[in-house]
Protein backbone atom coordinates (compact mmCIF):
# COMPACT_ATOMS: atom_id res chain seq x y z
CA UNK A 1 0.00 0.00 0.00
CA UNK A 2 3.10 2.47 1.47
CA UNK A 3 4.79 2.00 -2.40
CA UNK A 4 1.71 2.28 -4.56
CA UNK A 5 1.23 5.72 -2.76
CA UNK A 6 4.40 6.92 -3.05
CA UNK A 7 4.47 6.02 -6.31
CA UNK A 8 1.52 8.14 -7.01
CA UNK A 9 2.64 11.50 -5.40
CA UNK A 10 5.43 10.61 -7.56
CA UNK A 11 3.79 10.44 -10.77
CA UNK A 12 2.00 13.65 -9.61
CA UNK A 13 4.75 15.48 -8.46
CA UNK A 14 6.35 14.48 -12.49
CA UNK A 15 3.26 15.83 -14.02
CA UNK A 16 2.91 18.98 -11.89
CA UNK A 17 6.17 19.82 -12.60
CA UNK A 18 7.11 19.26 -16.30
CA UNK A 19 8.33 22.04 -17.89
CA UNK A 20 6.14 24.04 -20.25
CA UNK A 21 6.35 23.16 -23.83
CA UNK A 22 8.11 25.82 -26.04
CA UNK A 23 5.71 28.42 -27.99
CA UNK A 24 7.37 27.61 -31.64
CA UNK A 25 7.81 24.08 -32.52
CA UNK A 26 8.59 22.76 -36.27
CA UNK A 27 5.75 22.77 -38.48
CA UNK A 28 3.88 25.73 -37.35
CA UNK A 29 2.26 28.89 -39.06
CA UNK A 30 4.14 32.19 -38.25
CA UNK A 31 3.17 35.17 -39.84
CA UNK A 32 5.40 38.39 -40.46
CA UNK A 33 4.08 42.09 -40.78
CA UNK A 34 6.14 45.11 -40.23
CA UNK A 35 6.08 49.31 -39.24
CA UNK A 36 8.35 50.99 -42.68
CA UNK A 37 9.85 47.67 -44.01
CA UNK A 38 8.26 44.67 -45.62
CA UNK A 39 7.88 40.78 -45.28
CA UNK A 40 9.38 38.74 -48.20
CA UNK A 41 6.17 36.75 -47.48
CA UNK A 42 2.93 36.96 -45.05
CA UNK A 43 3.28 33.46 -43.53
CA UNK A 44 5.67 30.79 -43.58
CA UNK A 45 5.76 27.16 -42.24
CA UNK A 46 8.56 27.17 -39.61
CA UNK A 47 11.19 24.39 -40.80
CA UNK A 48 14.62 25.05 -39.60
CA UNK A 49 15.36 27.59 -42.74
CA UNK A 50 15.02 31.09 -42.79
CA UNK A 51 11.26 31.87 -42.81
CA UNK A 52 11.20 35.55 -43.58
CA UNK A 53 13.54 38.19 -45.48
CA UNK A 54 12.63 41.70 -44.23
CA UNK A 55 14.15 44.76 -46.08
CA UNK A 56 12.44 47.72 -48.28
CA UNK A 57 12.54 48.22 -52.31
CA UNK A 58 15.20 50.86 -51.88
CA UNK A 59 18.06 48.61 -50.47
CA UNK A 60 16.53 45.29 -50.48
CA UNK A 61 17.03 42.65 -47.84
CA UNK A 62 18.19 44.02 -44.36
CA UNK A 63 16.90 41.67 -41.79
CA UNK A 64 16.76 37.28 -41.99
CA UNK A 65 14.31 35.93 -39.31
CA UNK A 66 14.15 32.52 -38.46
CA UNK A 67 12.38 30.44 -36.19
CA UNK A 68 13.51 27.21 -34.51
CA UNK A 69 11.79 25.48 -31.19
CA UNK A 70 11.53 28.22 -29.21
CA UNK A 71 13.26 30.68 -30.19
CA UNK A 72 13.32 33.66 -33.00
CA UNK A 73 16.44 35.22 -34.32
CA UNK A 74 16.83 38.27 -36.25
CA UNK A 75 19.98 39.11 -38.33
CA UNK A 76 21.49 41.40 -40.02
CA UNK A 77 21.56 40.50 -43.57
CA UNK A 78 25.02 40.40 -46.01
CA UNK A 79 23.91 43.01 -48.36
CA UNK A 80 26.06 44.77 -50.01
CA UNK A 81 24.46 48.26 -50.43
CA UNK A 82 24.16 48.90 -46.74
CA UNK A 83 27.19 47.10 -45.58
CA UNK A 84 28.41 49.44 -43.20
CA UNK A 85 25.26 48.58 -41.09
CA UNK A 86 22.06 50.29 -40.66
CA UNK A 87 20.77 52.96 -38.67
CA UNK A 88 16.72 53.17 -38.24
CA UNK A 89 15.08 56.12 -37.19
CA UNK A 90 11.54 56.31 -35.90
CA UNK A 91 9.66 54.12 -36.86
CA UNK A 92 10.56 50.93 -37.73
CA UNK A 93 8.86 47.28 -35.99
CA UNK A 94 8.62 43.78 -36.83
CA UNK A 95 5.05 41.98 -35.76
CA UNK A 96 5.16 38.58 -35.91
CA UNK A 97 2.28 36.00 -34.57
CA UNK A 98 2.13 32.27 -34.53
CA UNK A 99 -0.97 30.81 -35.88
CA UNK A 100 -0.65 27.34 -34.47
CA UNK A 101 0.31 28.03 -31.17
CA UNK A 102 -0.07 32.02 -30.00
CA UNK A 103 2.82 33.36 -28.43
CA UNK A 104 1.88 33.74 -24.14
CA UNK A 105 5.37 34.84 -23.15
CA UNK A 106 8.38 36.90 -25.00
CA UNK A 107 11.70 37.82 -23.32
CA UNK A 108 14.97 39.14 -25.13
CA UNK A 109 17.82 36.86 -24.95
CA UNK A 110 21.57 37.39 -26.80
CA UNK A 111 21.77 40.44 -28.77
CA UNK A 112 25.11 40.75 -31.02
CA UNK A 113 26.16 44.19 -32.42
CA UNK A 114 22.48 46.08 -32.06
CA UNK A 115 22.90 49.61 -30.39
CA UNK A 116 19.93 50.73 -28.73
CA UNK A 117 17.95 47.52 -28.17
CA UNK A 118 16.84 46.25 -24.43
CA UNK A 119 13.93 44.45 -22.89
CA UNK A 120 11.71 47.47 -23.19
CA UNK A 121 11.78 47.39 -27.32
CA UNK A 122 9.27 43.89 -26.82
CA UNK A 123 5.92 43.73 -26.26
CA UNK A 124 3.37 41.06 -26.37
CA UNK A 125 -0.28 41.89 -26.94
CA UNK A 126 -2.88 39.33 -28.09
CA UNK A 127 -0.39 36.84 -29.03
CA UNK A 128 1.05 39.85 -31.44
CA UNK A 129 5.35 40.28 -30.80
CA UNK A 130 6.32 43.52 -31.43
CA UNK A 131 9.84 44.27 -31.94
CA UNK A 132 10.70 47.81 -31.91
CA UNK A 133 13.46 48.72 -33.98
CA UNK A 134 13.28 52.54 -33.74
CA UNK A 135 16.25 54.54 -32.94
CA UNK A 136 18.75 51.12 -33.55
CA UNK A 137 21.78 50.60 -35.19
CA UNK A 138 22.51 47.47 -36.66
CA UNK A 139 26.16 46.42 -37.52
CA UNK A 140 27.47 43.53 -39.86
CA UNK A 141 27.26 39.93 -38.37
CA UNK A 142 24.88 41.40 -35.74
CA UNK A 143 21.87 39.47 -34.56
CA UNK A 144 18.97 39.35 -31.96
CA UNK A 145 16.74 36.47 -30.50
CA UNK A 146 13.90 36.40 -29.09
CA UNK A 147 12.74 33.72 -26.34
CA UNK A 148 9.44 32.19 -26.37
CA UNK A 149 9.72 29.13 -23.42
CA UNK A 150 9.08 30.88 -19.97
CA UNK A 151 11.59 28.03 -18.73
CA UNK A 152 14.44 29.14 -19.82
CA UNK A 153 14.24 32.56 -17.93
CA UNK A 154 14.75 32.28 -14.00
CA UNK A 155 11.53 34.22 -12.49
CA UNK A 156 12.27 37.67 -11.16
CA UNK A 157 13.42 37.76 -7.43
CA UNK A 158 9.89 37.97 -5.06
CA UNK A 159 7.64 36.31 -7.82
CA UNK A 160 4.60 34.44 -6.67
CA UNK A 161 4.94 30.70 -7.42
CA UNK A 162 3.54 28.92 -9.89
CA UNK A 163 0.73 26.31 -9.47
CA UNK A 164 2.92 23.27 -9.72
CA UNK A 165 5.41 24.80 -7.42
CA UNK A 166 2.00 25.00 -4.70
CA UNK A 167 1.33 21.18 -5.54
CA UNK A 168 4.96 19.92 -4.98
CA UNK A 169 5.53 21.94 -1.99
CA UNK A 170 1.97 20.52 -0.60
CA UNK A 171 3.03 17.41 -1.34
CA UNK A 172 6.14 17.23 0.18
CA UNK A 173 4.54 18.42 3.42
CA UNK A 174 2.32 15.72 3.09
CA UNK A 175 4.84 12.96 2.45
CA UNK A 176 6.49 14.38 5.25
CA UNK A 177 3.78 14.50 7.66
CA UNK A 178 3.07 10.93 6.93
CA UNK A 179 5.99 9.61 7.01
CA UNK A 180 6.52 11.19 10.75
CA UNK A 181 2.85 10.10 11.65
CA UNK A 182 3.76 6.16 10.74
CA UNK A 183 7.24 6.36 12.65
CA UNK A 184 7.04 4.39 16.04
CA UNK A 185 7.45 6.58 18.77
CA UNK A 186 10.63 6.08 21.04
CA UNK A 187 9.92 5.70 24.94
CA UNK A 188 12.15 6.99 27.40
CA UNK A 189 13.91 4.60 30.12
CA UNK A 190 15.07 5.78 33.02
CA UNK A 191 18.92 4.65 33.63
CA UNK A 192 19.89 3.83 37.13
CA UNK A 193 23.06 4.57 37.62
Known sequence: MKKHLLAGLALIGAVCSAPASATVALGDLVTCGTVNLECSNGDAIV?????????NDDFGTLFLADFSAGLLTVSFADNPNVGGGIELPEPFALIFTNETNPFTFAVLGDVFGVKGLDASSLSLDGGFL???LSNTTFNPGSSLQVKFDG???PPPTGAVPEPATWAMMILGFALVGFALRRRPSATMQPRLA
Open 130 to 132: TIN
Open 151 to 153: TVT
Open 47 to 55: NGNVEFGIG
